[in-house]
T-cell receptor, first 112, second 114 residues
């Protein structure tokens, strides 16, 4: 089955700086890679996703890049703000059945 | 918000009692999952289902059972609750819509075993 590893587990950045979270996956047939943000006491919410037919996708201050050859994808947050403080999860599907497997999560703290 | 609801949202129960959590979806998605989340930990998969009556174990399945008799409902049962099962439980669903995969989480159930 799919195995997804996420790094780092915690990330502290100064407000205004960039944050990068990286995930690797094992199933070369995976074709869907979502990212979720979980604020304290709330459910994980989808913030951006990328499919295997593109290498990069942007939405305002967040972007995701995908390297299918190396089997890794990354979340980039630019000009970080205090409201970006949260836990972020990556995921990848098992193409055979579309079951999702999640990474272990990254706790991001943006210091004002 | 996607059509996924969990019930109850909060529950306090005594050690040794059975507890059932319910996840209900209106998206007709194939996959349903139960996760637990503890402080300092990520999402740990308990069980998942890939169809009616088709379920499989996750990484922390001991002490839990599941059932899926209908596409829309996925039940998680703690046969005899223990204090170590105090946690926040999230249900999730995933499926393909228009050729594209999508996945959503329920609001979570906070379970306290005393």
């Amino acid at each position: 089955g799919e195995n997804v590893e996420q790094h780092p587990s915690t990330l502290s950045v100064q407000e205004g700086d960039s944050a990068v979270i990286k995930c690797t996956y094992s199933d070369s047939a995976s074709n869907y890679f979502p990212w979720y943000k979980q604020e304290l006491g709330k459910r994980p919410q989808l913030i951006i996703d990328i499919r295997s037919n593109v290498g990069e996708k942007k939405d305002q201050r967040i972007a995701v890049t995908l390297n299918k050859t190396a089997k890794h994808f990354s979340l980039h947050i630019t000009e970080t703000q205090p409201e970006d403080s949260a836990v972020y999860f990556c995921a990848a599907n098992e193409a055979a059945g579309n079951k999702l497997t999640f990474g272990g999560g990254t706790r991001v703290l943006v210091k004002p | 918000d996607a059509g996924i609801t969990q019930s109850p949202r909060h529950k306090v129960t005594e050690t040794g009692t059975p507890v059932t959590l319910r996840c209900h979806q209106t998206e007709n998605h194939r996959y349903m999952y139960w996760y637990r989340q503890d402080p300092g930990h990520g999402l740990r998969l308990i069980h998942y289902s890939y169809g009616v009556k088709d379920t499989d174990k996750g990484e922390v399945s001991d002490g839990y059972s599941v059932s899926r008799s209908k596409t829309e409902d996925f039940l998680l049962t703690l046969e005899s609750a223990t204090s170590s099962q105090t946690s926040v439980y999230f249900c999730a669903i995933s499926g393909v819509v228009g050729g594209a995969t999508e996945a959503f989480f329920g609001q979570g159930t906070r379970l306290t075993v005393v």
